[in-house]
């Protein structure tokens, strides 16, 4: 598998790696042990690219169970996550997952990658068998000369946790501060998180900014660069965003989803006053796209443009 996972010392002894734009993956070398955020979709050798870094016991912790932040946990004996996010995503190890999900990074971002998908996006070792164990809200970790905190940001998904580091004062968001906050749910799905508690929850962690926290850095690297912390305004904004949709205070507007064919629709209660989404996957995206694409005059494929 690859070694060449790029990665960049974003403060001492703390590193982004990149998974080819799949995803970033931090880790916190303490003294004593080392901290690994979660794993990315699992292309190419992370585990080795870690060791390259570190050869201090690793702590591995994950910021929820998206495929793209658990898709390597096989190559690793245990791993922390909320209980909240346990069942609700599918396995882990999904190879179709997996695979799709990088194709479709590959062809979003039209870039060459030093990686083979048919050699690098690989099943998880036949022993396998990761720990689960349980993460709570508050559970500090004592990597040796440095704290690392979590705290619960339901939102993106229920168990979505962030950390706060208190060497480098770095909070680490995963997905929680992203343009797909509120992704995918609806009343009545395990998954659900109300705007009310994605917000109220952002917003405890944002009051922290300057108490325990300075910098931002999320699980993906589209909306800042490499190595870079997410704007300021981000958060505060977000947050405001949640609270407009919970006032009522908004304009419904269309525009391009994250993945191709699939646009954001309005969501709303059908004739029987069930919910639903409007789904337009499938027949209709094709159509739909070339729609948008005039509409907002930008490539529906670029997720960029969604926030
Ligand atoms: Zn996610």
Not at 143 to 150: F, P
Request: charged content about 25%; hydrophobic content about 35%.
């Amino acid at each position: 598998m690859t070694p060449k996972l790029p990665y960049v010392e974003i403060a001492p002894n703390t590193y982004e790696l990149d998974e080819f734009d799949c995803g970033s993956v931090f880790v916190l070398v303490g003294e004593e042990k080392a901290m690994v955020i979660d794993t990315g979709t699992g292309v190419g050798d992370l585990y080795g690219t870690i060791r390259e870094i570190t050869d201090k016991p690793l702590v591995l912790v994950l910021t929820h169970a998206h495929m793209d932040h658990v898709g390597a946990v096989g190559w690793f004996d245990e791993y922390y996550m909320s209980k909240e996010d346990v069942g609700k995503y599918g396995e882990f190890s999904n190879m179709e997952g997996r695979k799709g999900y990088a194709g479709f990074i590959a062809a979003r971002s039209g870039k060459k990658y030093p990686y083979d998908p048919d050699v690098d996006i690989r099943p998880w070792p036949e022993n396998a068998n990761p720990k689960f164990i349980p993460l709570f809200e508050g559970q500090a970790f004592d990597l040796g000369g440095r704290i690392v905190t979590a705290m619960a940001c339901p939102g993106h998904t229920p168990g979505s946790m962030v950390f706060i580091d208190s060497a480098t004062r770095i909070l680490f968001a995963g997905d929680a501060c992203n343009c797909n906050i509120l992704y995918g749910s609806l009343p009545g799905d395990p998954r659900f998180i109300s705007v009310e508690k994605s917000g109220e929850a952002m917003k405890a962690v944002y009051a922290l900014r300057g108490k325990l926290w300075d910098k931002c850095y999320n699980g993906h690297h589209d909306f800042r660069e490499f190595g870079e912390p997410l704007d300021d305004e981000v958060m505060p904004f977000a947050i405001e965003l949640c609270e407009n949709l919970v006032s009522g205070n908004y304009e419904v507007k269309t525009v391009p989803g994250m993945f191709p064919g699939s646009p954001l629709t309005p969501s709303g209660k059908d004739k029987d006053g069930l919910w639903e989404r409007k789904d337009l996957y499938g027949k209709q995206s094709e159509a739909v796209q070339g729609i948008f694409e005039e509409e907002a005059g930008v490539p529906a494929r670029d997720g960029r443009n969604v926030l």
